[in-house]
Nanobody
């Protein structure tokens, strides 16, 4: 079992930055591929970013490409999402998720492909 806890959310003005963290307990995070998803009120949960187990492969949704950066520190059992140039449309609850294996774009962008989820952290971007 893996327990995931997100932190780092908050209220920020448009154009600002936030850094989300996802800390894992239980089994070591280095054996898991990780993703970030988000869900805005009244909308479905959507893929944001993905990082492979080694950190060598990353994917981003088009809506965040060039603004967000995913990274991981396996020694600290933590995954990060650096969010820059934030926009009001980035407002959502952000969730980190873990899956047992690396995958293709078609796999890792689907929420049902993940085995473990955190409780989420709220990000609110004001205009």
């Amino acid at each position: 079992q893996v327990q995931l806890v997100e932190s780092g959310g908050g209220l920020v003005q448009a154009g600002g930055s936030l850094r989300l963290s996802c800390a894992a307990s239980g089994r070591t995070l280095s054996t898991k591929a990780m993703g970030w998803f988000r869900q805005a009120p009244g909308k479905e949960r959507e893929f944001v970013s993905y990082v492979s187990r080694s950190g060598g492969n990353t994917y981003y949704a088009d809506s965040v490409k060039g603004r967000f950066n995913i990274s991981r520190d396996n020694a600290k059992n933590t995954v990060f999402l650096q969010m820059n140039s934030l926009k009001p449309e980035d407002t959502a609850v952000y969730y980190c998720a873990a899956r047992e294996r690396d995958g293709s774009w078609g796999q890792v962008t689907r929420s049902y492909e993940y085995d473990y989820w955190g409780q989420g952290t709220q990000v609110t971007v004001s205009s």
